[in-house]
């Protein structure tokens, strides 16, 4: 739910589909497309904001890669 946290969407240009790419709810921040457009890489944090904190309470962000097909667990590519 919204109330655990956000999801990452991928919407068709030309039929207005959507498609999850997050296969958990969290805090997603600044996607970005790979160029080849396979990936979506975004910032995801701790999840303070879902506790009444601001999202600048966040112990850590992680940049993850995400699979633009379909719902994916994302694999981690940096944690800061």
């Not at 498609?19 to 080849?36: K, M, R, T």
């Amino acid at each position: 739910s919204e109330k655990d946290g956000g999801a990452v969407w991928r919407v068709a240009a030309d039929s207005g589909a959507l498609v999850q790419l997050n296969s958990a709810p969290a805090e997603f921040l600044h996607p970005a497309w790979s160029p080849d457009g396979t990936r979506v890489v975004v910032s995801r944090g701790a999840g303070e904001s879902f506790r009444g904190r601001t999202w600048s309470a966040n112990a850590y962000y992680e940049l993850v890669s995400l699979p633009s097909a379909s719902a994916g667990a994302g694999e981690v590519v940096v944690q800061v």
